[in-house]
């Protein structure tokens, strides 16, 4: 029923550690995968991926799409505190201006 | 300015009153979208206008919700007659292009009481 799954939904992890979340999604008019970071009410953007297999960098973190298994990983590596927050993945459908979002996957990174 | 804002940032509302939620895009922003978050929940998508234009309120989950955006920038969600279950964290997002992303407010936290 859910276009766009997240895994885990939580995940609790130490300073340093590197980490990888999970986004799968089912729709029938693919245009975009988005990731966002919220870590109190608005969300902030982070990646929005197109094409298959090109990764996407920003500092610590990065993303790639597979468009033929339709799911997007989220890497971050040697984390921090201040990456806790709440990871949502949006899916954006051809035709509709509209975002579809996972539920999220809760990071608490613990020093 | 230089981001979206929304206001007011909490609203406490009893049951049967109804409300104005009001959003500023971001300006020269063409499309703007208003989301409602439940608690441990990502966003669900409510409405979408391109300019002045409404092209999408398929999210918009009962006749009691409006919104509008008459000159194409500053829009106002309304909910009239709130339920317990209106209670959420409504978010108002704005892009000058799909593919350029959507910069979203801090959006307005609304209790029903």
């Known amino acids: 029923e859910d276009k766009v799954v997240q895994s885990p939904l939580s995940l609790v992890v130490h300073e340093g550690d590197t980490v990888t979340l999970n986004c799968s999604y089912e729709?029938?008019?693919?245009?975009?995968l988005l990731w966002y970071k919220q870590e109190k009410k608005a969300p902030t953007f982070l990646f929005m991926l197109t094409s298959s297999g090109i990764e996407k960098k920003s500092g610590r973190l990065s993303s790639i799409l597979d468009k033929k298994e339709l799911f997007s990983i989220l890497n971050i590596t040697a984390t921090q505190t201040g990456d806790s927050a709440i990871y949502l993945c949006?899916?954006?459908?051809?035709?509709?201006?509209?975002?579809?979002f996972g539920k999220g996957t809760k990071l608490t990174v613990n020093p | 300015g230089a981001g979206v804002s929304q206001s007011p940032r909490y609203k406490v509302a009893k049951r049967g009153q109804d409300v104005a939620l009001r959003c500023d895009p971001i300006s020269g922003h063409v499309s703007l979208f208003w989301y409602q978050q439940a608690l441990g929940q990502g966003p669900e998508f409510l409405t979408y206008?391109?300019?002045?234009?409404?092209?999408?309120k398929s999210g918009l989950p009962s006749d009691r919700f409006f919104a509008e955006r008459p000159e194409g920038s500053v829009s106002t969600l309304k909910i009239q007659r709130t339920q317990q279950e209106d209670s959420a964290v409504y978010l108002c997002?704005?892009?000058?292009?799909?593919?350029?992303?959507?910069?979203f407010g801090s959006g307005t936290r609304l209790t029903v009481v």
């Open positions: 997002a704005s892009s000058p292009d799909w593919n350029y992303g959507y910069t």
């Open positions: 949006a899916v954006e459908e051809g035709g509709s201006e509209k975002l579809v």
């Open positions: 729709v029938t008019n693919f245009r975009s």
């Open positions: 206008f391109q300019n002045e234009a409404q092209l999408d």
